[in-house]
């Protein structure tokens, strides 16, 4: 693929690593740029959300959900994403809640083989890389008391601690895997400062 005329940002983080909220922030300072979240973001998309995300007690294969978050991915990225980076729609800009890191480390945690999500996943996204990601890090005994008090909880997010604690570890070995574009963000710091600190990066990297 060749080099995108147009910035790629992706945020990602474990479950209850306040993700959502420092999104909120961010976008402000991004006038102009397209945001799409993951699953989903676009029709087709949202419905494979619905199917994968907001089901409890549906026994899903890992492989089978897996499949899905990358058909979902698919779909994104070649119908929206990549004609933006490209300048042949509108925005200045792609802002993505999760990539297929997600699957890296969510799958991968559930013993999908790393190697196939990773072979799986270029080729439903051309190879499509970030131009930075913005990795939101907790440690999980933290975030599982914090998201202890939100009732927006997914099937994920009623998994054990162990299953949490390889999610961040296979985190952390993306981020010594692309240290180029990968940034850790200490989550455990007051919001101003998780906002100030991304900020402080996206300075870095020429995306504000
Ligand atoms: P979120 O919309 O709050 O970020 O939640 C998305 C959930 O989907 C979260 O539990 C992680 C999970 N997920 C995966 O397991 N694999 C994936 O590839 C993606 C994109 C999300």
Redesign the pocket.
Known sequence: MTENKKPLLVIEGG?GSG?TTAIKGIREYLQDWKFF???GGTDYGELLRTAV?ETHGIEIDPMAAFLT?SASRANLINTRVIPILEGLREGKGVLL??Y?F??YA??SSEKVDKAIIVAVSKIATKGLMPDLVLHYDLAPELAMVRKMNCDDK?R??MKELAFHSRVRDAYLELSVKYPDFWRVIDVSQSIPKVLDDSLVTLKEFGLI
């Open positions: 479950s993700k979240r993951e699953p995300q978050y809640d999760r297929w997600s699957s969510y799958q997914d994920y997010d």
